[in-house]
């Protein structure tokens, strides 16, 4: 048995926010509906998710110029993170994305939701690694972040 749902955020490999997803019983009674991931459809809903992607598709002009100022200053500009570190360079626990979230904004850079970085694999050692962070539907960008140890 399939159910119908709207989703309410950006779900990874499902669809994002807005969208009208058909997926498995137990995972949305399970997994997306106790997480408020999803709501259940309705023709009501449905209307309004219309409403919304015609308003949506308005703003979205606007929004694509400023992911794209926000994909070039993270293009440009390296982010560096300072974390506790032991002498052979390994991080005690492992740069969180909240912490490259913050790490942006006090650089000057854009504010990027924290909930939009991908850190693949997990940063847990000092130097220069690599971050993707999805700033709009059509655009991502990589950030450079140099992690260095903590005095």
């Known amino acids: 048995m399939t159910t119908k749902l709207i989703l309410t955020h950006d779900v990874s490999h499902?669809?994002?926010?807005g969208e009208v997803v058909e997926v498995k019983d137990g995972y949305a009674r399970n997994y997306l509906l106790p997480r408020k991931l999803a709501a259940p459809w309705t023709k009501g809903a449905q209307?309004?998710?219309?409403?919304?992607?015609?308003?949506?598709?308005?703003?979205?002009?606007a929004s694509l110029e400023h992911a794209q100022t926000a994909r070039?200053?993270?293009?440009?500009?390296v982010v560096t993170v300072s974390a506790t570190a032991g002498d052979n360079g390994r991080l005690f626990g492992a740069v969180t994305t909240a912490t490259l979230a913050d790490a942006v904004k006090a650089a000057g850079g854009p504010a990027v939701d924290r909930r939009k970085i991908q850190v693949?694999?997990?940063?847990?050692?000092?130097?220069?690694?690599?971050?993707?962070?999805?700033?709009?539907?059509?655009?991502?960008?990589?950030?450079?972040?140099?992690?260095?140890?903590a005095r």
């Not at 499902?14 to 926010?17: D, H, K, N, Q």
């Not at 070039?72 to 500009?77: F, K, P």
């Open 14 to 17: 499902l669809g994002s926010a």
């Open 47 to 61: 209307r309004q998710i219309d409403q919304m992607a015609e308003a949506r598709r308005k703003r979205s002009i």
């Open 72 to 77: 070039a200053w993270l293009q440009e500009n």
């Open 120 to 149: 693949v694999p997990p940063i847990k050692s000092t130097g220069r690694h690599s971050a993707s962070v999805r700033l709009h539907a059509d655009v991502v960008a990589p950030i450079e972040v140099n992690v260095v140890p």
